[in-house]
Each structure stands twice: as C-alpha cells, then as structure tokens.
C-alpha cells in the first residue's frame, strides 16, 4: 500500500519562500512520477508541477515558472516542491501524488494522493 505523507506548508508573507516535501511509504518511490496539485477555496484542483521518475521531465504550470522548482531525491523516497517569490495566489491546500505510469499533468493520471498541506500567503 503506496502512502504519501506532505509537509512543510505553513503562513507566510508574499515574497517569502516555503519548501514542500512529500514522502513515499510502501513501495519503491523510483518506481513512481511525482506530481504537486493545489486546490484552494472554491477552486478545482488543479495541476502545479510534476517529475519523471528519472528527473529527466519536469512540468510546471504557466503561473508557476520561474518561481517554483520539483525535484526529487530517490535514496530519501521524497520529492520537493521549492516555492520562491510567493504570491498571495498561491493560496491553496497542496497535494502530492505519485503516478506509476508515465509524467502527466493530469490528476487523472496519477494513482496515489497525499492528504494535502495548507500554504498560506499573506499580502
């Protein structure tokens, strides 16, 4: 049984940084794309950034590049989501997800979610 637990979310002030983990239990995480969603209030989920299982394919949503960075660290079975320069729009309950086909930008395409961890941004 795949787990994915999130961490890192938190209140911060536009401008600020915050980095996200999710780690993979129960399987082997290489085995795995990874993806970062966000849902905020009112809102449909919707697609941040995802990574191959080899980290060669990385996607990003067109609001978030330049800003935010998914990478992935295979020996410690977790991915992180850098989050720079944040806005207040970024506002959102962030979830990862781990898909054990190919990279998509798809919630569709993804088989295992995380329970999502709040990100606040204050203007």
């Known amino acids: 049984q795949v787990r994915l637990a999130e961490s890192g979310g938190g209140l911060v002030q536009a401008g600020d940084s915050l980095r996200l983990s999710c780690t993979l239990s129960g399987r082997s995480f290489s085995d795995y794309a990874m993806g970062w969603f966000r849902q905020a209030p009112g809102k449909e989920r919707e697609f941040v950034a995802s990574?191959?299982?080899?980290?060669?394919?990385?996607y990003y949503r067109d609001s978030v590049k330049g800003r935010f960075t998914i990478s992935r660290d295979n020996a410690k079975n977790t991915a992180y989501l850098q989050m720079n320069s944040l806005k207040p729009e970024d506002t959102a309950i962030y979830y990862c997800a781990a898909a054990d086909t190919l990279v998509s930008k798809l919630a569709a395409g993804y088989d295992y979610w995380g329970q999502g961890t709040q990100v606040t941004v204050s203007s």
């Open positions: 990574i191959s299982r080899s980290r060669g394919i990385t």
